[in-house]
């Protein structure tokens, strides 16, 4: 009988070799009492020890272990909830006093714990120390004693044991532990070595000298410890009765007025927005719903988290800040009249009930976006509102990936940087049918020597948590300060501090999370919108933009659809054609069909083929037909899955929430794969086909890579009508926000310039004379901004803005520094002062201040001095380099001008060819994407100066023509032209790279992303 109680996982960072799970998991097969997660300074990882051990029914005991000053060495447990709250203080106040990853802990503030037990690690007798903890820490404390087989070590445990008697200190087994197996020893040596920057090979006595730091079996601690040394660790076990589900979350309530409850306040609101949103009255089915929600959320108790997100959003609209709230209940008629969500809820069928649900027993997932550049206000309000101590951000583990693993194995095992970057270079990781590690194995068995155990090790480091990062946005916000809950820390960011553990980590507690999100487009349609009234347009919001407009849906099913949020990507620009969306929830399945779900699960198809009446409707039973009439009897939603799951299989509410657990998080763990006996047996013993079955399981898989709700759909799906409402009828404004909201979307300024300019809207070069610092209308013309040139200095041009406004034009171009006047005579800017940027350039050149060695020598007259005008060549060269795109002619034009390709078909050329045509064609590569679910498709986009060309890639092909299809700026195809209505693409066959044609022309490409 044994309690382990000094254990450190891998969120010890590169100290222990183990996961939690692996630990807990471990100790109960071993037949262990208890075990104690105790990471150095953390308790990271607990929550994931916590939910492997209420699944095993082995006790779990929470503590951490501590490095004090003056080299005293102690592990603290929490018996209680209060011991529990003092240890989460203490390493709060540890990390705060030191730099992200780093603590510091005086001897003093150990006297604050008052509950807390300790296990003095002692490496000598010390009298003094031993008098100052019994003082202390009188009937909380033991001297921790445990065997490695160290030199010495006998006599040194002797003359410990012996001190100890002597001064009636308890004694307990407590051996150090960093890996549930010795299989981990190699692993746990390479951490070492990067802990201490070093190699295997150099770090001598840094190394563990033997594999003794890991859990034994019962029969071997029997051999090594006294009897009572094990009884000790079950009696300090037993004293351990904190357990996490004790950890009681109480939301913020400062924005409750007196007098009113939250129920009250929320119902008060609730009316007011009512009133605001339908001046003539909601309709009864409106009606009907806020009196169903509010019933539910006051049933559940989940008042204070609406009104929680109400306070943020009114801030961010109080500061003209725009927002739309999207997750699991933001699309509902209490969140649309409330402002957290644009959705009209006459708009759409959504259930509240699968958002906030009684099984569930959670709140809510509600995630708001705001605008990416001013969502830094939002969340200093959220500081100054609720106080430091009761707000920090969630924590993020980022843990070890491919490349990451295969760097710091290299490094730790003393391979040259170089060698291991050749290495990397050779891997494609995206080759389906060559996966990267029977690549990296192959190269591993060619070296021979250390590199035979490079991919074992890889493979183990793989997941391992590597540091503690802020999540993007999400927000613990509590009544009570947050130490109570878990210990924060600094994050890398100044004035920013994050709790110790991840959304998962809040998700299996219960505990509430608000995300405060970026989002791009939020920033471009504020701005949008805003030029739109400064030129005289109407006062418009997400919720007044008109809707339903039929030209907004014609131009996406064309597909018009650059720029346009969410269904811009070549699967999208495939989709919009075959879909013809034409009303809002159309928007809503085209945002959601492009996934991973749908389409592994075989989904698209048969619901394409229903939509257009090819196939019948049909259902798989009348029992579900309730979950899957709104999509044609296709499940889509991952919503869908779930009630399937429920309806279909008999899963009960828990099995459900933990089929949809394991959904969220199937790229760490893979639980999912073990719901599939049940699924499958369950759908079958109803009655359901074997082969719906599969699918619907595939389909749960593939929305465990990356699936999305219908509320989440719906949230996007708003964006994505007002984008294109917005492209279709203020192009040009449109352009302007997007390209003053950069970097943001999935194609280039360039390309989005481009664009415009196709569908008439007039784009005016960067002018000294005209230009400010981001782009603006002139009319309606698009004026391109200072912005875009590279290396140009903000303030440097503002200044010059400001006197240039003053009348002094010349003036205020002479004071600007000589470099910023090189950058915009050479990218065209002074054109409107000088005969051409030759000109320009020689002439501010001859401004400059003169070098002392010419000093005293007459100046010829400059003026004088006749320069040829560029070429546009030249020129071409000139705009990609210092502004990334041009406004004058094509590279392509160019080449075709010098007689290269001009018999090969033009993208404006391609529509008019016949399906099947063998076609010649080439352009510059600006996007090469290959999504997880096409099977190992390349769709790869080229420009050329009538357009872009949609050019599919099978996994053969980019296999055998491998640098052409990675490396090559320009590209040479040939193959065959595939028409299918308004979708036209390119298989390809042959490819050739012509990239020396550019003469280093630096063309950007979106390369898988």
């Not at 471990?26 to 009492?33: K, S, V, W």
């Not at 494609?428 to 068995?445: A, Y």
């Not at 086909?689 to 699918?695: G, H, Y």
């Not at 075709?896 to 390709?901: D, E, K, N, T, V």
Request: glycine fraction near 6%.
């Amino acid at each position: 009988m044994f309690a382990q109680l000094c254990t450190r996982s891998n969120f010890t960072f590169l100290t222990g070799a183990s996961h939690p799970e692996e630990l807990v998991t471990q100790a109960h097969a071993l037949g262990y009492q208890a075990i104690a997660i105790t990471d150095e300074c953390s308790v990271a990882g607990v929550v994931r020890a916590f939910s492997a051990a209420k699944e095993l029914s082995i006790k779990l005991l929470v503590g951490s272990l501590i490095q004090v000053e003056d080299n005293l060495e102690l592990t603290l447990l929490a018996p209680s909830l209060a011991a529990y709250q003092e240890l989460c203080a203490l390493i709060s106040d540890a990390r705060r006093q030191a730099p992200k990853g780093q603590y510091r802990l005086a001897r003093e503030r150990l006297c604050q714990l008052r509950h807390c037990l300790l296990l003095w690690h002692a490496n000598q007798p010390d009298d003094a120390l031993a008098d100052w903890l019994a003082r202390h820490f009188a009937g909380r404390l033991w001297l921790a004693l445990g065997r490695y087989y160290h030199s010495g070590e006998d006599e040194h445990i002797s003359r410990l044991e012996s001190w100890a008697k002597a001064r009636q200190l308890p004694i307990v087994a407590a051996p150090q532990v960093l890996m549930h197996s010795r299989d981990r020893q190699s692993l746990l040596d390479c951490l070492s070595a990067l802990r201490h920057h070093t190699t295997v090979q150099e770090a001598g006595w840094r190394l563990s000298c033997n594999q003794e730091a890991v859990l034994h079996d019962l029969p071997t601690l029997g051999q090594r410890y006294p009897q009572a040394w094990l009884t000790e660790t079950l009696a300090i076990a037993k004293r351990c009765q904190f357990s996490l589900e004790e950890l009681k979350y109480r939301y913020p309530d400062e924005w409750l007025p007196p007098g009113l409850s939250a129920s009250q306040y929320l119902a008060q609101e609730v009316e007011k927005g009512l009133h605001r949103h339908f001046p003539q009255g909601p309709s009864a089915k409106v009606k009907g719903l806020i009196a169903k929600e509010l019933a539910l959320i006051n049933e559940l108790g989940y008042e204070h988290y609406f009104l929680t997100l109400y306070d943020i959003v009114n801030f961010a609209r109080s500061q003209n800040i725009l927002c739309q709230g999207r997750g699991s209940a933001a699309n509902s008629a209490v969140c649309f009249c409330l402002g957290i969500t644009s959705v009209n809820p006459e708009q759409g069928n959504l259930l509240f009930e699968r958002f906030v649900s009684k099984e569930r027993k959670e709140p809510p997932d509600i995630d708001v976006d705001f605008e990416h550049e001013r969502r830094e206000e939002v969340i200093q309000y959220i500081y100054r509102r609720y106080g430091r101590a009761r707000t920090a951000l969630t924590a993020t583990v980022v843990s070890y990936r491919r490349k990451s693993a295969i760097r710091d194995i290299g490094k730790a095992l003393g391979l040259e940087l170089p060698v291991i970057e050749s290495l990397l270079s050779q891997l494609d990781w995206r080759d389906k049918l060559d996966p990267w590690r029977e690549q990296l194995k192959r190269l591993c068995q060619a070296r021979g020597g250390v590199w035979s155990h490079f991919l074992a090790l890889v493979d183990s480091l793989i997941g391992f948590p590597r540091h503690l990062s802020q999540h993007v946005g999400g927000f613990v916000i509590s009544q009570v300060p947050l130490d109570n809950l878990v210990p924060q820390e600094n994050a890398a960011m100044e004035g920013r501090t994050v709790i110790q553990w991840d959304k998962d980590d809040l998700e299996s507690l219960g505990l509430m999370k608000v995300d405060i999100l970026a989002l791009g487009m939020l920033t471009a349609i504020r701005k949008c919108l805003a030029m739109i009234q400064e030129q005289g347009g109407p006062t418009l919001t997400l919720a007044t933009i008109p809707q339903e407009d039929p030209r907004v849906y014609a131009m996406l099913q064309e597909p018009d659809n650059i720029g346009v949020f969410q269904v811009e990507s070549r699967a999208q620009s495939n989709m919009l054609p075959r879909l013809k969306p034409r009303i809002f929830y159309d928007l809503v399945i085209e945002v959601a069909i492009v996934r991973p779900g749908p389409i592994q699960g075989d989904m698209v198809h048969p619901y394409l083929k229903r939509r257009d009446g090819i196939e019948p409707v049909s259902y798989p039973s009348p029992a579900l037909q309730k979950v899957l009439e709104r999509t044609l009897g296709v499940p889509l939603f991952q919503e869908q899955v779930i009630e399937i799951a429920m309806v279909a299989a008999g899963f009960s509410g828990g099995e459900a929430d933990q089929l949809r657990r394991a959904m969220a998080n199937w790229s760490r763990n893979g639980h999912v794969e073990a719901f599939r006996q049940k699924l499958i047996q369950g759908m079958q013993a109803n009655g359901y086909k074997p082969d719906f079955a599969e699918r619907i399981f595939e389909q749960i898989k593939g929305f465990s890579g990356y699936g999305f709700p219908e509320s989440h759909s719906a949230s996007f799906a708003l964006l994505v009508y007002v984008s294109a409402w917005l492209k279709c009828h203020h192009r040009a404004a449109f352009c302007c926000a997007l390209l003053n909201s950069q970097p943001m979307g999935f194609y280039t300024p360039d390309q989005l310039i481009q664009d415009a300019r196709r569908h008439g809207v007039e784009v005016l070069a960067v002018s000294a004379v005209h230009s400010y610092f981001e782009h603006r209308l002139e009319g309606q013309s698009l004026r391109l901004g200072f912005c875009l040139i590279k290396g140009i200095n903000a303030a440097a041009i503002e200044a010059f803005i400001a006197q240039r406004q003053q009348g002094s034009l010349m003036a205020a171009l002479t004071a600007l520094p000589a470099v910023q006047q090189e950058l915009l005579a050479g990218c065209g800017a002074l054109d409107g002062l000088y005969q051409h940027r030759f000109e320009a350039t020689w002439q501010r050149a001859s401004l400059g201040e003169q070098l002392p060695l010419f000093a005293g020598i007459e100046e010829s007259a400059s003026a004088s001095t006749q320069l040829a005008p560029p070429s546009d060549h030249e020129v071409m060269q000139a705009d990609y380099r210092q502004l990334g795109l041009t406004l004058g002619t094509h590279p392509m034009a160019l080449l075709r001008r010098q007689g290269h390709f001009s018999q090969w078909v033009t993208a404006a050329a391609l529509p008019q060819c016949r399906h099947g045509q063998l076609v010649r064609i080439a352009g510059l590569v600006t996007g090469r994407q290959r999504p997880g679910t096409a099977s190992g498709v390349t769709f790869v986009t080229l420009e050329d100066e009538t357009g872009n060309i949609n050019l599919v890639v099978w996994a053969a092909t980019a296999h055998h023509q491998r640098q052409p299809f990675l490396k090559a700026r320009l590209l040479e195809v040939a193959g065959t032209l595939e028409k299918e209505g308004a979708i036209v693409h390119v298989v390809a066959g042959k490819l050739v790279d012509h990239s020396l044609l550019l003469d280093k022309l630096p063309v950007p490409s979106r390369d898988f992303r």
